[in-house]
Protein backbone atom coordinates (compact mmCIF):
# COMPACT_ATOMS: atom_id res chain seq x y z
CA UNK A 1 0.00 0.00 0.00
CA UNK A 2 2.60 2.23 0.85
CA UNK A 3 4.76 1.65 -2.33
CA UNK A 4 1.12 3.05 -4.03
CA UNK A 5 0.91 5.68 -2.02
CA UNK A 6 4.40 7.31 -2.22
CA UNK A 7 3.68 8.06 -6.08
CA UNK A 8 0.49 9.31 -5.80
CA UNK A 9 1.51 11.73 -3.17
CA UNK A 10 4.53 12.51 -5.89
CA UNK A 11 1.79 13.03 -8.44
CA UNK A 12 -0.36 15.40 -6.40
CA UNK A 13 2.67 17.28 -5.39
CA UNK A 14 3.66 17.84 -8.99
CA UNK A 15 0.15 18.97 -9.82
CA UNK A 16 0.17 21.23 -7.42
CA UNK A 17 3.11 23.06 -8.67
CA UNK A 18 1.65 22.97 -11.92
CA UNK A 19 -1.68 24.60 -10.84
CA UNK A 20 0.32 27.44 -8.55
CA UNK A 21 2.37 28.09 -12.24
CA UNK A 22 -0.85 28.55 -13.90
CA UNK A 23 -2.25 30.47 -11.92
CA UNK A 24 0.73 33.20 -11.43
CA UNK A 25 1.12 32.94 -15.45
CA UNK A 26 -2.46 34.10 -15.29
CA UNK A 27 -2.25 36.67 -12.96
CA UNK A 28 0.96 38.01 -14.68
CA UNK A 29 -1.34 37.90 -17.90
CA UNK A 30 -4.25 40.13 -16.31
CA UNK A 31 -1.64 42.58 -15.35
CA UNK A 32 -0.38 42.82 -18.29
CA UNK A 33 -3.49 43.55 -19.73
CA UNK A 34 -4.20 46.15 -17.44
CA UNK A 35 -1.06 47.70 -17.99
CA UNK A 36 -1.69 48.03 -21.48
CA UNK A 37 -5.30 49.08 -20.74
CA UNK A 38 -3.96 52.18 -19.01
CA UNK A 39 -1.17 52.82 -21.58
CA UNK A 40 -4.25 52.72 -24.32
CA UNK A 41 -5.91 55.31 -22.24
CA UNK A 42 -3.56 57.53 -21.77
CA UNK A 43 -2.49 57.95 -25.82
CA UNK A 44 -6.22 58.84 -26.33
CA UNK A 45 -6.14 61.41 -23.79
CA UNK A 46 -2.84 62.91 -25.22
CA UNK A 47 -4.81 63.20 -28.37
CA UNK A 48 -6.92 65.05 -27.18
CA UNK A 49 -4.91 67.26 -25.11
CA UNK A 50 -3.09 67.81 -28.76
CA UNK A 51 -6.34 68.32 -30.26
CA UNK A 52 -7.74 70.72 -27.89
CA UNK A 53 -4.08 72.76 -27.84
CA UNK A 54 -4.01 72.91 -31.65
CA UNK A 55 -7.49 74.18 -31.51
CA UNK A 56 -6.54 76.88 -29.42
CA UNK A 57 -3.61 77.36 -31.22
CA UNK A 58 -5.24 78.51 -34.29
CA UNK A 59 -8.15 80.62 -32.39
CA UNK A 60 -5.04 83.06 -31.23
CA UNK A 61 -3.84 82.99 -34.48
CA UNK A 62 -7.24 84.12 -36.09
CA UNK A 63 -7.85 86.74 -33.43
CA UNK A 64 -4.26 88.32 -34.03
CA UNK A 65 -5.00 88.16 -37.95
CA UNK A 66 -8.23 90.44 -37.57
CA UNK A 67 -6.20 92.48 -35.03
CA UNK A 68 -3.41 92.80 -37.52
CA UNK A 69 -6.47 93.17 -40.31
CA UNK A 70 -7.90 95.84 -38.67
CA UNK A 71 -4.44 98.10 -38.07
CA UNK A 72 -3.84 97.49 -42.30
CA UNK A 73 -6.49 98.99 -42.75
CA UNK A 74 -6.43 102.59 -40.61
CA UNK A 75 -5.94 105.33 -43.14
CA UNK A 76 -2.33 106.40 -43.42
CA UNK A 77 -2.69 109.82 -41.84
CA UNK A 78 -4.73 108.37 -38.90
CA UNK A 79 -1.73 105.60 -38.73
CA UNK A 80 0.35 108.97 -37.75
CA UNK A 81 -2.02 109.78 -34.65
CA UNK A 82 -2.10 106.46 -33.47
CA UNK A 83 -0.68 106.81 -29.71
CA UNK A 84 1.67 105.18 -27.66
CA UNK A 85 -1.05 104.58 -25.06
CA UNK A 86 -3.47 103.35 -28.09
CA UNK A 87 -0.56 100.22 -28.68
CA UNK A 88 -0.52 99.60 -24.98
CA UNK A 89 -4.24 99.26 -24.78
CA UNK A 90 -3.75 97.03 -28.26
CA UNK A 91 -1.35 94.90 -26.61
CA UNK A 92 -3.42 94.48 -23.11
CA UNK A 93 -6.30 92.94 -25.80
CA UNK A 94 -4.00 90.81 -27.21
CA UNK A 95 -2.79 89.28 -23.90
CA UNK A 96 -6.57 89.19 -22.81
CA UNK A 97 -7.72 86.93 -25.77
CA UNK A 98 -4.88 84.83 -25.41
CA UNK A 99 -5.52 83.99 -21.80
CA UNK A 100 -9.12 83.09 -22.70
CA UNK A 101 -8.19 81.15 -25.64
CA UNK A 102 -5.65 79.16 -23.64
CA UNK A 103 -7.56 79.17 -20.24
CA UNK A 104 -8.48 75.34 -19.88
CA UNK A 105 -4.27 74.57 -20.59
CA UNK A 106 -3.43 76.28 -17.17
CA UNK A 107 -3.26 79.46 -18.32
CA UNK A 108 -5.22 82.38 -16.24
CA UNK A 109 -5.28 86.00 -15.66
CA UNK A 110 -7.02 89.25 -14.80
CA UNK A 111 -6.50 92.76 -15.19
CA UNK A 112 -4.86 94.96 -13.18
CA UNK A 113 -4.38 98.75 -12.71
CA UNK A 114 -0.59 98.67 -14.37
CA UNK A 115 -1.13 94.95 -17.03
CA UNK A 116 -2.38 91.68 -16.43
CA UNK A 117 -1.46 89.09 -13.90
CA UNK A 118 -0.92 85.75 -15.19
CA UNK A 119 -1.29 82.55 -13.57
CA UNK A 120 0.07 79.39 -14.29
CA UNK A 121 -1.21 76.04 -12.64
CA UNK A 122 0.77 72.89 -13.54
CA UNK A 123 -0.18 69.30 -13.51
CA UNK A 124 1.29 65.99 -13.93
CA UNK A 125 -0.94 62.74 -15.18
CA UNK A 126 -4.22 64.78 -14.11
CA UNK A 127 -2.59 65.75 -10.87
CA UNK A 128 -3.42 69.79 -10.30
CA UNK A 129 -0.02 70.66 -8.67
CA UNK A 130 1.28 73.64 -7.66
CA UNK A 131 0.33 77.74 -9.23
CA UNK A 132 2.24 80.72 -10.19
CA UNK A 133 1.92 83.87 -10.88
CA UNK A 134 3.44 86.88 -13.01
CA UNK A 135 2.40 90.11 -12.84
CA UNK A 136 3.32 92.01 -16.30
CA UNK A 137 3.10 95.88 -16.74
CA UNK A 138 1.83 96.65 -20.14
CA UNK A 139 4.63 99.72 -21.14
CA UNK A 140 7.17 100.33 -23.69
CA UNK A 141 8.82 98.11 -23.03
CA UNK A 142 6.74 94.92 -21.40
CA UNK A 143 8.28 94.65 -17.72
CA UNK A 144 7.83 91.90 -15.07
CA UNK A 145 6.55 93.69 -12.01
CA UNK A 146 6.44 91.21 -9.04
CA UNK A 147 6.57 86.81 -10.14
CA UNK A 148 6.37 83.81 -7.90
CA UNK A 149 8.63 81.77 -10.26
CA UNK A 150 11.39 79.69 -8.09
CA UNK A 151 14.90 81.20 -8.71
CA UNK A 152 16.16 78.07 -10.26
CA UNK A 153 13.55 78.52 -13.29
CA UNK A 154 15.31 80.98 -15.72
CA UNK A 155 12.97 83.62 -15.54
CA UNK A 156 15.32 86.11 -17.14
CA UNK A 157 16.63 84.08 -19.83
CA UNK A 158 13.17 83.36 -21.09
CA UNK A 159 11.82 87.05 -20.97
CA UNK A 160 14.63 87.90 -22.77
CA UNK A 161 14.63 86.23 -25.43
CA UNK A 162 10.19 86.21 -25.89
CA UNK A 163 9.26 88.75 -23.64
CA UNK A 164 9.30 91.94 -25.56
CA UNK A 165 8.78 90.25 -29.41
CA UNK A 166 6.45 87.13 -28.47
CA UNK A 167 3.98 87.53 -25.52
CA UNK A 168 2.55 84.19 -26.20
CA UNK A 169 5.76 82.01 -26.96
CA UNK A 170 7.18 83.57 -23.63
CA UNK A 171 4.06 82.25 -21.25
CA UNK A 172 4.22 78.73 -23.31
CA UNK A 173 8.21 78.49 -22.55
CA UNK A 174 7.30 79.49 -19.18
CA UNK A 175 4.68 76.65 -19.12
CA UNK A 176 6.60 74.19 -20.38
CA UNK A 177 9.55 74.54 -17.70
CA UNK A 178 7.18 74.97 -14.88
CA UNK A 179 4.62 71.96 -15.91
CA UNK A 180 8.81 70.09 -15.93
CA UNK A 181 9.70 71.36 -12.53
CA UNK A 182 6.55 69.90 -10.67
CA UNK A 183 5.96 66.90 -12.74
CA UNK A 184 9.86 66.21 -11.70
CA UNK A 185 9.29 67.38 -8.48
CA UNK A 186 5.92 65.25 -7.61
CA UNK A 187 7.86 61.67 -8.69
CA UNK A 188 10.21 62.70 -6.28
CA UNK A 189 7.76 63.18 -3.54
CA UNK A 190 5.23 60.39 -4.40
CA UNK A 191 8.09 57.84 -4.68
CA UNK A 192 8.94 59.24 -0.61
CA UNK A 193 5.07 59.53 0.51
CA UNK A 194 3.63 56.29 -1.48
CA UNK A 195 6.79 53.67 -1.07
CA UNK A 196 7.93 55.24 2.10
CA UNK A 197 8.47 51.08 3.50
CA UNK A 198 10.74 50.83 0.55
CA UNK A 199 13.28 53.78 1.62
CA UNK A 200 16.26 53.47 4.42
CA UNK A 201 17.04 57.36 4.03
CA UNK A 202 16.18 60.25 2.09
CA UNK A 203 16.32 60.51 -1.34
CA UNK A 204 19.30 63.05 -2.87
CA UNK A 205 18.18 65.75 -5.15
CA UNK A 206 18.25 69.08 -5.53
CA UNK A 207 16.35 71.93 -5.87
CA UNK A 208 15.61 71.80 -9.11
CA UNK A 209 14.73 68.26 -9.15
CA UNK A 210 16.69 67.56 -11.79
CA UNK A 211 19.47 65.12 -10.86
CA UNK A 212 18.24 62.49 -8.47
CA UNK A 213 20.24 59.69 -6.61
CA UNK A 214 19.47 56.14 -4.84
CA UNK A 215 20.66 52.93 -3.80
CA UNK A 216 18.19 50.13 -3.61
CA UNK A 217 18.35 46.52 -3.22
CA UNK A 218 16.64 43.90 -4.99
CA UNK A 219 15.67 40.67 -2.46
CA UNK A 220 15.68 37.51 -4.13
CA UNK A 221 15.04 34.74 -1.76
CA UNK A 222 18.87 34.92 0.91
CA UNK A 223 20.53 36.52 -1.43
CA UNK A 224 20.89 40.53 -1.82
CA UNK A 225 21.47 42.56 -5.21
CA UNK A 226 21.97 46.00 -4.25
CA UNK A 227 22.06 48.77 -7.04
CA UNK A 228 23.09 52.54 -7.64
CA UNK A 229 20.65 54.91 -10.15
CA UNK A 230 21.21 58.01 -10.81
CA UNK A 231 19.29 60.39 -12.77
CA UNK A 232 19.95 63.59 -14.96
CA UNK A 233 17.59 65.82 -16.47
CA UNK A 234 19.44 67.75 -19.00
CA UNK A 235 16.28 68.81 -20.36
CA UNK A 236 14.65 71.19 -17.86
CA UNK A 237 11.31 71.34 -19.90
CA UNK A 238 11.23 67.26 -19.43
CA UNK A 239 9.49 64.72 -17.03
CA UNK A 240 11.99 61.87 -17.80
CA UNK A 241 15.60 62.15 -17.06
CA UNK A 242 18.19 62.25 -20.22
CA UNK A 243 20.66 60.50 -19.23
CA UNK A 244 20.43 57.39 -16.14
CA UNK A 245 22.85 55.15 -14.91
CA UNK A 246 22.44 52.06 -12.43
CA UNK A 247 25.54 50.13 -11.35
CA UNK A 248 25.88 47.53 -9.52
CA UNK A 249 27.19 47.50 -5.81
CA UNK A 250 27.85 44.10 -4.94
CA UNK A 251 31.53 42.72 -4.46
CA UNK A 252 30.81 39.40 -6.82
CA UNK A 253 30.05 39.58 -10.39
CA UNK A 254 26.45 39.75 -12.03
CA UNK A 255 25.51 36.83 -13.82
CA UNK A 256 24.26 36.95 -17.45
CA UNK A 257 20.32 37.04 -16.24
CA UNK A 258 20.95 39.76 -13.28
CA UNK A 259 23.19 41.68 -16.10
CA UNK A 260 20.08 42.21 -17.96
CA UNK A 261 18.00 42.93 -15.44
CA UNK A 262 20.40 45.56 -13.98
CA UNK A 263 19.79 46.93 -17.73
CA UNK A 264 15.87 46.36 -17.75
CA UNK A 265 16.07 48.65 -15.14
CA UNK A 266 17.93 51.44 -16.74
CA UNK A 267 15.35 51.55 -19.76
CA UNK A 268 12.79 51.75 -16.80
CA UNK A 269 13.88 54.46 -15.58
CA UNK A 270 14.48 56.97 -19.15
CA UNK A 271 10.44 55.56 -19.71
CA UNK A 272 8.50 55.28 -16.98
CA UNK A 273 7.56 58.31 -14.32
CA UNK A 274 9.23 57.28 -11.54
CA UNK A 275 7.32 56.42 -8.69
CA UNK A 276 5.32 54.05 -11.44
CA UNK A 277 8.57 52.00 -11.97
CA UNK A 278 8.71 51.63 -8.40
CA UNK A 279 5.22 50.49 -8.32
CA UNK A 280 5.34 48.07 -10.93
CA UNK A 281 8.80 46.89 -8.85
CA UNK A 282 6.15 46.29 -5.94
CA UNK A 283 3.69 44.24 -8.64
CA UNK A 284 6.22 41.88 -9.28
CA UNK A 285 6.88 40.78 -6.14
CA UNK A 286 10.16 42.37 -6.11
CA UNK A 287 11.38 43.48 -2.34
CA UNK A 288 13.32 47.14 -2.81
CA UNK A 289 15.15 49.01 0.10
CA UNK A 290 16.55 52.54 -0.73
CA UNK A 291 19.44 54.48 0.52
CA UNK A 292 21.18 57.27 -0.03
CA UNK A 293 24.11 56.67 -2.68
Not at 206 to 233: E, H, I
Amino acid sequence: TAGILIPDLCVLAHLERLEAQVNKSHKKSEELQSAQAEESALETKIHQLRHIRDKLRAEVKQRQARANASSANVEPDQTVEISEQDVLERKQENMKAILQAYHFTGLSGKVTSRGVCVCISTAFEGNLLDSYFVDLVIQKPLQIHHHSIPVFIPLEKIAAKYLQTDIQHFLFSLCEYLNAYSGRKYQADQLQSDFAALLTGPLQRNPLCNLLSFTYKVDLGDRSFPFCARLLYKDLTRTLPTDVTVTYQGMEALSTAWEKHRASHETLFCTVPLHRVFASFSREGEKLDLSLS
